[in-house]
């Protein structure tokens, strides 16, 4: 439900009578006109063709890894799972049993691998019929046509229950809240103004995952004008990225996750690791901010990496609040994207998915979750990277959690 006009936003609630009857709730969080649309974004049909076709095969994107040594510079192809009888090269973490695979080139050593690429491979798992689905006309078709605005007037009772403040380990709502004024006002618990600069002294904030945490950084950056960007000598995209207030000991950092990692423009893998990895270095205490941001990389491949990898950082988080209890984590959950974006490797569906997995996952720990798809439900956004009142209130969010 929508009011354009007051930048308001939110999402409903969705019954399965598992009988083909659905039902869907709203709540009246605001007063004024409110639209109300209820798009299906995939007819079953599709979600069971999308969940087959997902786990069929590893090779939807291609990776090419870049070899330099001296003056020979090789290309080979490299994956998650690579099917072939060339020699490989193994990028193994002992710990967690992960795995990424090159083509050995000839006479250079696995080591000198440097760069990294990917494209999409011209494959689908999906057959003809089950293709149409996807097409733009038959995604996200509006159920409720001709629904006219309805106007929402104030209730009699005046007395609003009041709601405690955000912090760690509460659980949320469906919906977990609404934007009002392009804000986000949680359902169950209430965020108050906090003065980032204020807030952010003598915090070590740690970001770890994919660009959509990195966008925080830019955010970070942009809003505290103290804040002085570190050069850490290394070039091209998802590069680490270190911003530090010395007055104030702030202490900023970003860091990609470890494979797969999606991009058709080349990074370096010369230091990439997983964040079981980073977690696992970090000696944690109370001014100590952990966010981690996993999953739009992993919606083209079978689910059992994605699933491997969460528990994986569950059990480095596990560890980490067992050895210092007074550590913040975070996870930042997944956000929507592009609706009419190749469904086979990036639709929603396969978010949703991985949102479910994460909260699951991560259930029993007293970790913060920042409800980042339903955020950008509310926004009514469908962009990878969301506009800025998107980061603004998971940031907020962020502040209410550690401040
Ligand atoms: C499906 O189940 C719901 C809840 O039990 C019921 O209200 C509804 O009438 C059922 N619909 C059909 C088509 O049987
Ligand atoms: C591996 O490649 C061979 C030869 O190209 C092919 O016959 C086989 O089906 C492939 N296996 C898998 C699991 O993709
Ligand atoms: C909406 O309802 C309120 C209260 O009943 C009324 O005062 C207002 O004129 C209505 N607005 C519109 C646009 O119908």
Redesign the pocket.
């Known amino acids: 439900m929508s009011s354009p006009a007051l930048q308001a936003g939110a999402s409903g609630k969705v019954t399965d009578f598992n009988n083909g009857t659905y039902l869907v709730s709203f709540t009246l969080f605001w007063e004024g006109r409110v639209s109300l649309s209820v798009l299906l974004i995939h007819p079953s049909e599709g979600a069971s063709a999308l969940w087959r076709a997902r786990n069929q095969?590893y090779?939807r994107v291609i990776f090419t890894g870049q070899f330099a040594s001296g003056s020979s510079h090789v290309d080979t192809d490299c994956a998650l799972v690579l099917?072939?009888s060339a020699e490989l090269c193994q990028y193994l973490d002992a710990q967690d049993q992960e795995a990424f695979y090159c083509v050995r080139p000839r006479h250079m050593p696995c080591a000198t691998l440097t760069h990294m690429y990917s494209k999409n491979k011209e494959i689908s798992y999906l057959d003809k019929q089950e293709r149409r689905l996807f097409e733009r006309s038959n995604v996200g078709v509006e159920i409720m046509e001709n629904f006219n605005t309805i106007n929402v007037s104030a209730c009699n009772k005046q007395t609003v229950p009041i709601k405690k403040k955000c912090k760690l380990g509460m659980t949320s709502e469906i919906p977990s809240g609404h934007v009002w004024k392009d804000t986000w006002i949680p359902t169950s618990c209430s965020l108050i103004p906090i003065e980032m600069k204020k807030c952010l002294s003598g915090k070590f904030i740690y970001l770890m995952g994919d660009s959509t945490i990195r966008q925080w950084m830019e955010y970070f950056m942009k809003n505290v004008n103290t804040l002085k960007s570190v050069d850490l000598h290394e070039s091209g995209k998802l590069r680490h990225q270190l911003a530090v207030d010395l007055d104030r000991n702030i202490n900023i950092q970003w860091q990609k996750h470890g494979y797969p990692l999606i991009g058709s423009l080349t990074y370096s893998v010369k230091e990439i690791e997983y964040i079981t990895r980073v977690i696992d270095r970090t000696a944690g205490e109370k001014n100590t901010i952990i966010v981690i941001s996993l999953g739009q990389h992993f919606r083209p491949f079978p689910i059992d990496v994605f699933i491997r990898r969460a528990l994986n950082v569950h059990k480095a988080v596990q560890r980490l609040l067992l050895r210092s209890p007074d550590t913040v984590v975070i996870i930042k959950a997944e956000n929507t994207r592009e609706m009419y974006n190749d469904a086979e490797r990036f639709s929603d569906f396969h978010g949703y998915i991985q949102n479910l997995i994460m909260k699951d996952i991560f259930h029993d720990l007293n970790v913060g979750i920042i409800d980042a798809w339903d955020m950008t439900i509310a926004h009514g956004t469908n962009a990878v990277h969301p506009p800025q009142p998107v980061v603004r209130n998971q940031i907020n969010t962020l502040l209410n959690y550690i401040c």
């Open positions: 095969g090779d099917n072939t």
